[in-house]
């Protein structure tokens, strides 16, 4: 059912879609070079549904993070987790990274506690990306512990518990950087951490302080800022902290405005009706990079699969037209256990090159200047008349180009994937 597109209609119809195009002013070629250059980090917990393979001498509590479903064959191993995530590498066209969180740590069944893991406990993740040809990201791990049963972490009251925290998030920093030295591209570490209230706290202050004095800390640690970039990232709410979030987004935008981190922007955490397209000429008219979690919340943030929405379209607009995407480190943040996990992967990195190859082939000049001379139904009628044109043409010559089947062709592959080995665990 699901075949691979024949070569030959695919070259086909691209060379119909150039000439549409090139009518616009669009040069496609140029596009699909400029896509190649584009990174797109996968995050490893769409895996496992964000298990990771600590080794525990406790019963693990603390919240913060939650996937639903009970799709079989989730990756119990760094091995399987490694040989999936290639199966899903092998269906997606371009440039890739791989973003690891602290959880997934090797530690060769033994309890290493979050505040002493070292770049060795990542070695065979460093390695393994370095045969492969790929770059890691990082991120530390402030939920699914003891010490984040209340909910509190870098903001807690307690001073041996937040003291706990930063020593960990040290840690991480220092573990970035020794994945950044041995891939030798800079590893983007981002702060995440789940504090906050379920209801209606008297004191909205001493928290946000505390986690101003910690982050102060933790970035004051010495690592090479070349190896190691750190982005923080808000929260609107989350399950425990419905109605207080410490690192909300106007936290974290004035402290990344007085501070040396950039910003992360979670497309699925803010209001539901809130989209983050139109904050990123604002951010980046003040800091040089920014972190994109990609992601599709629905009336919560509940991390869907990515698809290709208008609110994703919107946010890769924006980001090209503003001539942007060097500035923007790209990586996709959703945990859906309901479905083939190698699937939600593959489907959410297509869906997000095929909105950076739509900005792409967009004749902004063309609309810029329709809308300087006061054209507005022009304009809008330009934008329409887009919609329909033929990029599915162009993105079947980008698959093609690299390797990776067009079209429908990798849901076979991923079928196959699926009742040879996932059905097998």
């Not at 903001?155 to 998030?169: K, L, N, Q, T, V």
């Not at 987004?249 to 809130?274: I, K, N, Q, S, V």
């Not at 500035?327 to 945990?335: C, K, N, T």
């Not at 507005?376 to 008349?385: C, G, I, K, P, V």
Request: hydrophobic residues 40%.
């Amino acid at each position: 059912m699901f075949k691979p597109a024949e070569p030959s209609l695919v070259t086909q119809r691209y060379e119909s879609a150039r000439e549409q195009y090139r009518q616009l002013g669009v040069d496609t070629d140029e596009a699909l070079a400029r896509l190649a250059a584009v990174p797109i980090s996968l995050h490893c917990w769409q895996g496992d549904d964000v298990r990771g393979f600590e080794v525990h001498d406790e019963a693990l509590s603390g919240g913060g993070i939650m996937a639903t479903g009970n799709y079989p064959g989730a990756a119990r191993t760094p091995e399987q987790l490694r040989a999936d995530a290639e199966k899903a590498f092998s269906l997606i066209p371009g440039k890739l990274r791989f973003s690891l969180h602290a959880i997934y740590a090797e530690t060769g069944g033994r309890v290493v506690e979050r505040d002493r893991l070292a770049p060795e406990h990542f070695a065979a993740w460093m390695a393994w990306a370095k045969a492969r040809g790929i770059c890691l990201d990082f991120n530390p791990t402030f939920f699914a512990h003891p010490k984040a049963n209340d909910g509190w972490t870098l903001s807690h009251a307690d001073a041996e518990i937040r003291a706990f925290w930063i020593r960990h998030a040290i840690a991480c920093r220092r573990i970035a950087e020794a994945m950044g030295r041995s891939q030798g591209s800079p590893c983007v570490i981002n702060h995440w951490i789940p504090d906050g209230a379920k209801d209606q706290p008297i004191d909205r202050w001493a928290p946000r302080q505390r986690l101003i004095q910690s982050l102060d800390e933790i970035l004051a640690a010495p690592v090479d800022s070349r190896l190691c970039r750190d982005a923080v990232e808000s929260k609107l709410f989350g399950i425990g902290s419905e109605d207080y979030v410490v690192g909300s987004h106007e936290f974290y935008l004035a402290y990344a405005m007085t501070r040396a981190p950039m910003l992360c922007l979670d497309m699925g955490h803010f209001h539901p009706t809130e989209t983050i397209h139109d904050k990123i000429s604002s951010v980046l008219l003040f800091k040089k990079e920014l972190l994109l979690h990609v992601s599709r919340g629905i009336r919560w943030d509940s991390d869907h699969v990515v698809n290709f929405n208008d609110d994703l379209r919107c946010l890769f607009q924006q980001i090209v037209r503003g001539q942007a995407l060097k500035r923007v480190h790209i990586g996709l943040d959703f945990f859906d256990g309901g479905l083939n996990r190698i699937g939600a992967w593959v489907i959410g990195t297509r869906a997000a090159q095929k909105a950076i190859l739509n900005a792409l082939l967009e004749p902004t000049a063309l609309l810029a200047d329709l809308e300087a001379g006061g054209d507005r139904a022009s304009t809008l009628a330009l934008l329409e008349e887009l919609r329909t044109m033929p990029l599915g043409a162009v993105w079947d010559q980008y698959c093609q180009a690299h390797g990776v089947p067009a079209g429908t062709g990798w849901l076979a592959e991923m079928q196959s994937y699926d009742r040879e080995v996932i059905r097998k665990r």
